[in-house]
């Protein structure tokens, strides 16, 4: 079966420091990854998306960035974070030619 | 411009007591119209996927049906453990890969 996993789980940073979360999937290959944001009480915000190694498109601007550095590794970075970078971010992935997306635990951030 | 509403945005029911959350949506080309569960501080947890008028799917208390403007969840006879917060995404032919979400409706089953 497939598992999703996002680390740290939660993260407390001041503004300005950098940001790395991680994501990574078990048992399939060549999942389309997909980074969501979603801020207190809204919905998800899509931020970036990957269909393969090397290959991410962006949503939205911002001071993020992804990187998918291995097949079933997505990483989100920031150089400096803002305080508007707080909030609950999800990764999630799919089957190459499927449209039903299956989500991680999260990683709660807040910037102070 | 694709789009999704939920509504109620909030629904408080007590145990057994059956309704129906509801999700509008506007879109080009629907490719699939998608139901998840939120517990708090997790992510969402898949549920349903409806790609056609007409379509229905149902697990345990949930009922999921389409129409060609809108959704509904049914919960029949509710549990509390059935309290969450209910999301819907739809995905449109005009973007690749991407789900637009609604707000989500919580509902809070009292026992």
């Known amino acids: 079966s497939q598992t999703i996993h996002q680390w740290p789980a939660t993260l407390v940073q001041p503004v300005g420091s950098p940001l790395s979360l991680e994501c990574t999937v078990e048992?399939?290959?060549?999942?389309?990854l997909y980074w969501y944001r979603q801020a207190a009480g809204r919905g998800l915000q899509l931020l970036f998306y990957s269909v393969g190694i090397g290959q991410i498109s962006s949503e939205v601007p911002q001071n993020l960035s992804a990187s998918r550095p291995q097949d079933r590794q997505f990483i989100l970075s920031s150089k400096k974070l803002l305080l508007s970078d707080s909030g609950f971010y999800l990764c999630?992935?799919?089957?190459?030619?499927?449209?039903?997306?299956?989500f991680g635990p999260g990683t709660r951030l807040t910037v102070t | 411009e694709d789009q999704v509403t939920q509504s109620p945005e909030a629904l408080r029911l007590q145990e057994g007591e059956s309704s129906s959350l509801n999700c509008s949506y506007t879109?080009?080309?629907?490719?699939?119209l998608f139901w998840y569960r939120q517990d708090p501080g997790k992510g969402p947890e898949f549920l349903f996927t409806l790609y056609s008028a007409g379509e229905e799917k149902e697990k345990e208390r949930l009922k999921a049906t389409l129409t060609k403007k809108e959704s509904f969840l049914h919960i029949t006879a509710p549990k509390p453990e059935d309290s969450a917060t209910y999301l819907c995404?739809?995905?449109?032919?005009?973007?690749?890969?991407?789900?637009?979400f609604g707000q989500g409706t919580t509902l809070q089953v009292k026992p």
């Open positions: 048992g399939t290959s060549n999942p389309n």
């Open positions: 879109v080009s080309g629907l490719r699939g």
């Open positions: 995404a739809v995905h449109g032919s005009g973007n690749t890969g991407k789900l637009i």
């Open positions: 999630a992935w799919s089957y190459s030619l499927s449209y039903e997306q299956y």
